[in-house]
């Protein structure tokens, strides 16, 4: 079973260009989440998905940030314009139905290491 | 005070030895509990998962949770130098409304196995 996928896995840019980061969780996971590792700080959650629709976003640091899920499959992030503290590692995860019991247990991608010159 | 702390290390330990590592957590909501190995430069790797007060043993590896001091712990027995990473503990509330699932992580204890 392939795991979470994560694309690109390395993103340069500057600040005030744009740039989407995307995800494909596990196939049938309904659950989708992202996270951000800013240097020096613990992991922290933006948001998530139960398949297409936003269930808690209330990670997201502002309104440059915008995630989609068309269709319930893959997800963007979408970071427009890009500021120098938005650099770090970008992890999505995702996890099953929420009532198939083992639900919680998260899979991780290999992450996005956005850095914003 | 971080919702959820962990001893930052780093913790070393000789081959063989048990390495302990500890977690505490200050919402009492949560109730799911995860600890993840991250090597560096790859993304974390879940190892245990925990939900109820007491002991689960995978392995190696055993998790200790005890919601009433709101403490989790892994234990890894027989410590070998392929566990050297920095270990995650994480908190979720799986109760009804819109945070549930959400990962509270801490910042994380790295530890060191040397052979």
């Known amino acids: 079973e392939a795991g979470v996928t994560q694309f690109p896995s390395h993103s340069v840019i500057e600040k005030g260009q744009t740039v989407t980061l995307r995800c494909d969780p596990i196939?049938?996971?309904?659950?989708l989440y992202w996270y951000r590792r800013v240097m020096g700080k613990e992991i922290k959650f933006l948001l998530h998905?139960?398949?297409?629709?936003?269930?808690?976003e209330s990670g997201m640091p502002n309104n440059r940030f915008l995630a989609e899920r068309t269709g319930g499959t893959y997800s963007t992030l979408k970071v427009q314009p890009a500021e120098l503290e938005d650099s770090g590692v970008y992890f999505c995860?995702?996890?099953?139905?929420?009532?198939?019991?083992?639900?919680?247990?998260?899979?991780f991608g290999p992450g996005t290491r956005l850095t914003v010159l | 005070q971080k919702e959820v702390e962990q001893n930052s290390g780093p913790l070393s330990v000789p081959e063989g030895a048990i390495a302990s590592l500890n977690c505490t957590y200050s919402?009492?909501?949560?109730?799911?509990f995860f600890w993840y190995r991250q090597y560096s430069g790859k993304s974390p790797e879940l190892i245990m998962s925990?939900?109820?007060?007491g002991d689960k043993e995978d392995g190696r590896f055993t998790a200790q949770l005890n919601k009433a001091s709101q403490y989790v712990s892994l234990l890894i027995r027989d410590s070998q130098p392929s566990d050297s990473a920095t270990y995650l503990c994480?908190?979720?509330?799986?109760?009804?409304?819109?945070?549930?699932?959400?990962?509270?992580f801490g910042q994380g204890t790295i530890l060191t196995v040397h052979p």
């Open positions: 995860a995702s996890s099953q139905d929420p009532h198939s019991g083992m639900s919680h247990e998260q899979f």
């Open positions: 196939s049938g996971h309904d659950n």
């Open positions: 998905f139960v398949k297409e629709s936003k269930q808690d």
């Open positions: 919402d009492r909501v949560s109730q799911s």
């Open positions: 925990i939900y109820s007060n």
């Open positions: 994480a908190a979720s509330s799986n109760a009804g409304g819109t945070s549930y699932g959400k990962l509270t």
